[in-house]
């Protein structure tokens, strides 16, 4: 039985939440940045095709990295900007004949060159000395990484040659060898590994201490230019060729072709060619070839109209499996997760992959010891797809569900193909639940994450979550590696998440089916925790956007002994249970009756944006819809983009958002 869409949804939603986490929070990735990408491109996907399911608080309205402080930042001279992607020959169709059509008949040429999974970073020479090396950063800002990009050894440090003021635009990578040497002495000074080279070279650039960065062999290849003045080359092509010829690191192997025919032609022999390489390469860009062009088409906010970049399709590789163990969700749903030899996939080493639910393992006849197939593909991933029947050990026997809840051994029960833990004690469970608490879009408490929050229930200092305000230092100092500073701030966040808004704690609280969004409308509208814990079914759904589905989900939460005892013991720690001005100020603002949808990374928690919109009268949903007023568009935006597109719906990005509430402000 395959999921059905709200199903897969729901996975989804928890894997992309939990890469999120691993990246931003803890730098620590397990997947490759192609395999997050199908992921959240999935998740993107489902939502406009299902916008019912969409969660308000889906990771698709989340978050995205500033540039280190400790870096000095520095402003780009010509903006550095990113590409759309694609995964599909239909929408590599749709941009050659986009590209056709906007320069109106005239016959376009394209490069095509490697795809390099690196970190961008633009280059600057002056009288033939490298002078400056600048981190994308926001596109508009990068971090001074001068002194780190002076030692890659494959970057000449003088080009005689060069016209006297150019930058470069390429990408900065960790050879796959020196990437597994340098896991393998991490490893041994017990230092955990990077998942990918990626990642390594990311974490290497990020070094404060250029001495450490010469350690590790980084290298660069360019293909592109910044500011560069008066040059004479009118192509993609020549450029390559006169970056090889300066000497610099260039692209040798790059295609000049026209037609679909060519260019797909081209994409496949670079598939071919690229295990040659020594940077990873996750897919092919698509240039239009002639500078003059590539300037009439121009470009959006994000990308160039003349570039594309088409990513290769999900490797699948074979490991053993070793085990499977069962992890505990926030809600209690039970994930059979298979732990694997490690094996390198799409250019990171998995070790783990979700088996989805027991009806899955059934249905695929997965058990301990098999050679089992798995793949990093758009669904959830990295996933066991297959087992291969002929390498079974003797004697294998089913997986069997669990009985009892693996963490708590309370009570399972079956929903659909999953099983459920009901215990409202399980610590399983609790960990989940104070991770969500604590997160940035909710109470934002800042050194509880998931690392800590397993730390703290697993130390037996937490049996329900209003404990964390009962914390004290001598309580704190009884943890591993918890120093008496950051024993202090942790409890300095926990002290200010006392006054957070009525709409943050109802958020943070994981109301079933009450995300970011819903929580801010229940928060105006009831004006107290109280009144809305006592509200009754009819008076919930006289709220706007709730149905009588949702009433009866936030009425039952409410309704439960165990939250009656967590508000009780809430309210006695001195949270803030009303609704502060600012969430009550007047709707009337400058948005007034405006919709947006927001999508892409943003320079904030999307909650933030959720809540500035809509303390300006504004509303947020989920998917983009004719109705819609604006789509704020953030870096790596995706399907909906296209869509908004589409549909002539306003795109503005972030800068644009501010310049209009400051217009609108004025008005
Ligand atoms: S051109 C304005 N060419 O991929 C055009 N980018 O996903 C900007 N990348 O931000 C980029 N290989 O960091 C270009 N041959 C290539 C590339 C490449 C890798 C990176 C680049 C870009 C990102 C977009």
């Known amino acids: 039985m395959s999921p059905t869409p709200a199903q897969r949804y729901a996975r989804l939603l928890e894997e992309v939440r939990?890469?999120?986490?691993?990246?931003?929070?803890?730098?620590?990735?397990?997947?490759?940045?192609?395999?997050?990408?199908?992921?959240?491109?999935?998740?993107?996907?489902?939502?406009?095709?299902?916008?019912?399911?969409?969660?308000?608080?889906?990771?698709?309205?989340k978050v995205g990295g500033a540039p280190l402080d400790?870096?000095?930042?520095?402003?780009?001279?010509?903006?550095?900007?990113?590409?759309n992607n694609t995964y599909s020959e239909e929408?590599?169709?749709?941009?050659?004949?986009?590209?056709?059509?906007?320069?109106?008949?005239?016959?376009?040429?394209?490069?095509?060159?490697p795809k390099v999974d690196g970190l961008a970073v633009s280059l600057r020479y002056e009288q033939g000395r490298l002078t400056q090396g600048l981190t994308r950063g926001d596109g508009e800002r990068g971090d001074d990484i001068t002194e780190n990009i002076k030692t890659i050894r494959n970057l000449p440090l003088s080009v005689p040659r060069l016209p006297p003021r150019i930058e470069f635009r390429g990408e900065v990578y960790l050879p796959e060898p020196a990437f597994a040497a340098l896991n393998q002495s991490r490893e041994?000074?017990?230092?955990?590994?990077?998942?990918?080279?990626?990642?390594?070279?990311?974490?290497?650039?990020?070094?404060?201490?250029?001495?450490?960065?010469?350690?590790?062999?980084?290298?660069?290849?360019?293909?592109?230019?910044?500011?560069?003045?008066?040059?004479?080359?009118?192509?993609?092509?020549q450029l390559h060729r006169q970056i090889l010829d300066w000497g610099l690191p260039g692209h040798d192997w790059f295609r000049h072709v026209r037609g679909t025919a060519e260019v797909l032609h081209a994409i496949r022999e670079l598939n071919q060619a690229r295990t040659r390489f020594s940077f990873a390469t996750d897919g092919a860009v698509i240039k239009v070839n002639r500078f003059d062009q590539q300037k009439t088409l121009g470009q959006t906010d994000k990308a160039p109209r003349w570039a594309i970049a088409y990513k290769y399709a999900a490797e699948q590789s074979e490991t053993r499996l070793l085990d499977v163990t069962f992890q505990v969700g926030r809600t209690g749903v039970i994930t059979p997760v298979a732990e694997l030899a490690p094996v390198l996939l799409s250019g990171s080493t998995v070790s783990r992959a979700t088996l989805h639910n027991f009806e899955e393992i059934a249905r695929k006849d997965i058990r301990v010891g098999d050679l089992v197939r798995v793949e990093k593909a758009g669904e959830v991933i990295p996933a066991v797809i297959s087992v291969n029947l002929s390498q079974r050990p003797a004697q294998s026997k089913p997986i069997r569900p669990p009985r009892h809840c693996p963490v708590c051994q309370g009570p399972l029960i079956k929903e659909d193909a999953f099983l459920r833990c009901t215990s409202r004690d399980c610590v399983g469970q609790l960990k989940r639940r104070l991770q969500h608490f604590a997160h940035r879009g909710a109470m934002d408490i800042e050194g509880l994450g998931e690392v800590m929050a397993a730390q703290l229930v697993d130390a037996g200092l937490l049996q329900h979550l209003d404990q964390i305000y009962g914390l004290t230092g001598e309580k704190l100092a009884a943890l591993d590696r918890m120093g008496e500073k950051s024993a202090a701030n942790l409890l300095a966040g926990i002290d200010a998440s006392r006054r957070r808004s009525l709409g943050r704690l109802i958020f943070a609280l994981g109301i079933p089916q009450v995300g970011a969004v819903l929580s801010e409308t229940l928060a105006r509208h009831f004006r107290s925790l109280d009144r809305l814990a006592e509200a009754s079914l009819s008076e919930l759904t006289l709220v706007n956007d709730v149905g009588p589905k949702v009433a009866e989900e936030i009425a039952t939460f409410f309704h439960d002994a165990s939250t009656r005892?967590?508000?009780?013991?809430?309210?006695?720690?001195?949270?803030?249970?009303?609704?502060?001005?600012?969430?009550?100020?007047?709707?009337?603002?400058?948005?007034?009756?405006?919709?947006?949808?927001?999508?892409?990374?943003?320079?904030?928690?999307?909650?933030?944006?959720?809540?500035?919109?809509?303390?300006l009268g504004g509303s947020v949903s989920g998917s983009v819809s004719p109705k819609t007023d604006y789509l704020l568009a953030g870096e790596d935006a995706g399907s909906k983009l296209e869509k908004a597109r589409s549909l002539q719906v306003r795109v503005l990005s972030e800068k644009e958002f501010e310049k209009l509430v400051g217009q609108k402000a004025a008005e």
């Open 565 to 615: 005892r967590l508000l009780t013991a809430l309210k006695k720690a001195g949270l803030n249970f009303t609704a502060l001005p600012s969430e009550l100020a007047e709707r009337g603002g400058v948005f007034s009756g405006k919709k947006f949808v927001l999508t892409g990374t943003l320079s904030a928690p999307r909650e933030e944006f959720i809540r500035r919109i809509q303390s």
């Open 188 to 237: 041994k000074k017990g230092e955990p590994p990077f998942a990918n080279p990626r990642n390594a070279a990311a974490g290497t650039l990020k070094l404060l201490d250029s001495r450490e960065v010469a350690k590790r062999p980084l290298a660069v290849v360019l293909y592109g230019l910044g500011d560069a003045p008066g040059l004479p080359l009118k192509t993609q092509d």
């Open 70 to 83: 400790s870096f000095r930042t520095v402003a780009h001279a010509v903006r550095m900007q990113s590409l």
């Open 18 to 61: 939990r890469h999120d986490h691993l990246y931003y929070i803890e730098a620590r990735p397990e997947i490759s940045d192609a395999a997050y990408d199908r992921l959240y491109r999935e998740l993107l996907d489902l939502e406009t095709s299902h916008p019912k399911l969409a969660d308000e608080n889906s990771p698709t309205r």
């Open 91 to 113: 929408e590599l169709q749709d941009f050659l004949d986009r590209v056709e059509k906007n320069l109106h008949g005239q016959a376009a040429e394209f490069a095509v060159e």
